[in-house]
């Protein structure tokens, strides 16, 4: 439970060690490390349940990271060292993020750019400036601690030990962290899932990111300790864990050479603060005698193979009772996950489903044929299927539109949802798109902004969706300004078009506030 303590300073520090950065080799025989590609093809995210309080804490790393090029060889460019945070959704607290932090490389621009080294906290990711060095050891450091009931501090020594080499963030707010989320959890290698705790599986990251933002590289030497340690504090347990004082007082939990089969805490005190895996494991690293580790081989690109059709259900649809419903992966692909997402016209899920085994159903199965689901479980009137597929040869998600009509004779198929709200907001609520127009066409760079007026939003998502209804690229933002492809908190960063094929997208924004949700959809043409 996290209790908020006014004027008293109070820590908890993780150190996780990654590599050999500062200790030879030849001190140990072997050494060994948890190992993810970034491919994000299955579910493999190391996590405690139970962690200390969020604040204050101090993490040490060291880490062996791996560019990903996306699509090649990672749904997206997002990256997960560590978060605290819940265990579930991002936006947890009234559609808003709160009570996290986390520190890993930040693909900027989001979502496939060049990586840069994060403070992920408040909503927003802290950047370095400078795109990261990859295939090396880093020994990294970062605290976190309140300073006063408003007040919190935030620092990330990613080179450890050139403390020059350094990202900082004070928040100002009494509202952060003043409650603890629905689940809260230290996680390592991946992000949260979308849709909650373990066993819950979604295949999409707490922001709804598909291969839940998972690290490439290595993980090693995990310390974590509930006390706020000096800086020389935490170079002597580097060095040697438990030889400081207050290393030996806060110290919650210890595993310099963690693997797959036994990542048990080895602090030798206490109740052991085991964490447990969310699916599969990583895989095993081992120094085997190298300074360094060789390159992992690539995974599988991504290919148009990877796909699948929706079953039951057709675009514009108008249907009553009940329904059955599947997604068949095109021949050969074998997903690690299918989810189903049922959205109703205020843009909000009421239904989820995901499915790890074939038969892919959207009410589950027999485990040969689909259960079928009960439309009269909701309301009459329009909805989006939104289906999503995570595999070794990548991430598709596809969009279907259609009607519940259990209210009497169906009506017409309707057509897909149009540019503008489905329920009239209240007089005065509403946003303008800028920086494009319906019917445009457009080439190279552009900056597309939302401008909300009569209410400040909790979060403004932004979503290019090509002419098969893929979704290609989605942003989400919670301050101002609202921006497709996020900005330096002052103005908008361009989004370079030629990252997308030539063809019609539909831009699709969604603003969210605390009175409802307003969509509205511009119709473009890419064409470079």
Not at 57 to 79: D, I, L, Q
Not at 117 to 146: K, P
Not at 357 to 370: E, F, H, K, Q, S
Request: net charge negative.
């Amino acid at each position: 439970m996290i209790i908020r303590r006014l004027g008293i300073v109070v820590a908890v520090v993780l150190v996780m060690t990654v590599g050999m950065v500062d200790r030879p080799l030849h001190a140990q025989s072997q050494q060994f490390g948890l190992e993810w590609d970034g491919s994000g093809a299955v579910r493999r995210m190391l996590y405690w349940q139970n962690p200390p309080s969020i604040y204050p804490m101090t993490y040490v790393f060291r880490v062996f990271p791996r560019e990903k090029s996306p699509p090649s060889n990672a749904p997206t460019g997002y990256y997960t060292t560590f978060f605290w945070g819940n265990n579930g959704t991002f936006g947890w607290d009234g559609g808003n993020a709160n009570t996290y932090y986390g520190a890993h490389p930040y693909p900027v621009p989001a979502p496939n750019g060049a990586g840069q080294w994060e403070i992920s906290v408040y909503a927003n990711d802290y950047v370095t400036g400078n795109e990261v060095q990859w295939g090396r050891w880093y020994t990294q450091v970062f605290r976190a601690w309140r300073e006063s009931a408003t007040t919190t501090r935030h620092e990330f020594y990613w080179d450890w030990p050139d403390t020059t080499r350094v990202v900082t963030q004070t928040v100002v707010d009494p509202g952060w962290a003043d409650s603890n989320p629905p689940a809260p959890a230290i996680v390592v290698g991946q992000a949260a899932d979308l849709c909650g705790p373990p066993p819950c599986e979604s295949g999409q990251s707490w922001g709804g990111y598909p291969g839940w933002e998972e690290f490439n590289g290595i993980i090693r030497g995990i310390q974590m300790y509930s006390g706020l340690l000096s800086l020389s504090d935490v170079q002597e347990e580097i060095a040697s864990p438990k030889s400081s004082a207050n290393g030996r007082l806060f110290i919650w939990y210890l595993n310099l050479d963690p693997r797959p089969s036994d990542v048990a805490d080895k602090r030798g005190v206490g109740t052991p603060n085991n964490p447990a895996w969310a699916g599969t494991t990583a895989t095993e690293w081992s120094s085997s005698g190298a300074s360094s580790p060789p390159p992992l081989p690539p995974p599988p690109p991504l290919s148009s193979g990877a796909d699948f059709t929706i079953a039951g259900l057709t675009e514009g649809q108008a249907v009553a009772g009940s329904i059955t419903v599947g997604a068949v992966p095109s021949s050969g692909v074998v997903p690690s996950s299918v989810h189903f997402t049922l959205i109703n016209a205020a843009g909000t899920a009421v239904y989820l489903h995901g499915e790890g085994v074939t038969p892919y159903c959207l009410n589950g199965d027999d485990n040969r044929t689909c259960f079928p689901y009960n439309t009269t479980a909701l309301p009459d009137g329009p909805y989006t299927l939104r289906v999503g597929m995570v595999s070794s040869s990548g991430s598709v998600t596809k969009d279907l539109h259609f009607t519940i009509a259990n209210g009497g004779t169906p009506p017409s198929a309707p057509p897909p949802p149009p540019p503008s709200s489905t329920a009239p907001p209240p007089t005065g609520v509403t946003f303008t798109i800028q920086g494009v127009t319906e019917g445009q066409a457009v080439r190279g760079s552009i900056q597309v902004e939302a401008a909300p007026s009569g209410t400040t939003p909790s979060e403004i998502s932004f979503a290019l969706i090509n002419a098969a209804g893929l979704t290609v690229f989605s942003n989400p933002e919670h301050f101002s300004p609202y921006c497709l492809n996020g900005d330096n908190n002052v103005t908008c960063s361009p989004y370079d078009t030629r990252t997308q094929a030539n063809g019609t997208y539909t831009l699709r924004v969604v603003m969210t506030w605390s009175g409802g949700t307003l969509i509205k959809n511009v119709h473009l043409t890419i064409a470079n």
